[in-house]
């Protein structure tokens, strides 16, 4: 696999860059402020844009861009090195630019109700091909007169598969795109091994749990790793983690008509919400539809009053708004471009 403009580090780069010291901030500054192409960057001689271009290929190779009917959508389909594809989705809201990044082409935690899931697992990126896809996207923000603000691992794959790559590339959100530590999410079906790590690494990043449902039964049916990592273990490693970053965490919770939106399954949610200090926020997402997963998503009247009962319950609920859900953009329905076949499983990826 060739190394990329994004794989590298600083002190590789001034391998590659002749000529004064200055170059190698040159470069840096067009990677990462101006998050342009070599050819753009015409401070340095062409020449040297010839070579760097050449040197240091994008990672990234555009197939398809999809815009939502509101123009606040978009979706990339990417084609990595190797053949395989991966997403990322950008959504422009009234108060910040959000855009939501791919960890794995694939997954392979087997959460049957999302696309990405049902479309298996196929590699792991790099550092180079998770940063670029944060790069592409401020370039796209910018020609619509907006800046990105935040960023959330919650598109193709699970990111605490991927957990020192995914660190890496925070390390460089933080320090060279300058994002704040509490703009960037990380998700996670509950992998506590990586759910640990994170809790050690120095930067307090924001941790989101696909939960889907409160009790063992139910969720090893829904999200299989919970057989391997059950709540009560979940529950320990989310309180050690909010003990030393002391941020919140939120509970992503699809919302599936019949299977986790009764009654009974606010009520076991709010109790667990409650074993949490402080209580976890619960994010209620209308379940969006997948060709591989029949059974259909909650009505948004549902989804209201169970996100009622929550809060009567002592439990802090919201709905998260559906954003390309005519793309296939929006929570769950990340599948790369690929034909969704019913009994191939995978993981969850979602869209922020």
């Not at 108060?95 to 997954?107: E, F, H």
């Not at 598109?155 to 660190?167: F, L, R």
């Not at 009560?232 to 699809?254: G, H, M, P, Q, T």
């Not at 996100?307 to 390309?324: C, F, H, K, M």
Request: charge should be neutral; include cysteine; proline fraction near 5%.
């Amino acid at each position: 696999m060739a190394t990329t403009r994004y794989d590298v580090s600083r002190e590789e780069l001034a391998q590659l860059v002749s000529g004064p010291s200055y170059r190698v901030d040159q470069v840096w500054s067009g990677l990462y402020d101006q998050c342009t192409e070599p050819e753009a960057w015409t401070n340095l001689p062409k020449a040297m844009r010839v070579d760097l271009a050449e040197q240091l290929p994008g990672a990234l190779a555009p197939v398809t861009e999809s815009v939502s009917a509101s123009g606040d959508t978009v979706k990339f389909l990417w084609e990595l090195d190797g053949g395989s594809r991966v997403e990322t989705v950008l959504m422009l809201y009234r108060d910040r630019a959000t855009v939501c990044i791919s960890s794995q082409a694939g997954c392979a935690m087997a959460c049957g109700f999302c696309a990405t899931g049902q479309a298996g697992f196929t590699r792991h990126l790099t550092t180079g091909e998770i940063v670029e896809q944060v790069a592409r996207a401020v370039r796209r923000a910018r020609e619509l007169g907006r800046r990105v603000s935040n960023v959330v691992y919650m598109g193709m794959g699970e990111p605490m598969a991927n957990e020192a790559t995914v660190w890496r590339s925070v390390e460089r959100l933080h320090a060279d795109f300058g994002l704040s530590a509490r703009h960037i999410t990380i998700s996670t079906v509950g992998i506590v091994p990586g759910i640990r790590a994170l809790a050690d690494r120095p930067l307090p990043v924001n941790l989101a749990v696909s939960l889907h449902a409160a009790n063992d039964t139910l969720r090893d049916e829904l999200v299989p790793i919970n057989r391997r990592y059950p709540i009560d273990d979940l529950l320990a490693a989310c309180n050690d983690y909010l003990a030393v970053k002391n941020r919140r965490i939120s509970f992503e919770w699809a919302m599936i008509d019949g299977v986790n939106d009764r009654d009974g399954d606010a009520a076991e949610l709010a109790a667990l919400c409650r074993r949490l200090r402080p209580r976890a926020h619960v994010n209620l997402i209308p379940l969006n539809p997948t060709p591989g997963y029949p059974t259909r998503g909650s009505s948004l009247r549902r989804v209201h009053e169970f996100r009622d009962l929550l809060e009567s319950l002592g439990a802090n609920a919201t709905v998260r708004q559906n954003r390309g859900t005519e793309i296939d953009a929006a929570c769950g329905q990340l599948a790369a471009g690929q034909p969704v076949t019913l009994g191939r499983t995978g993981a969850a990826g979602e869209p922020g």
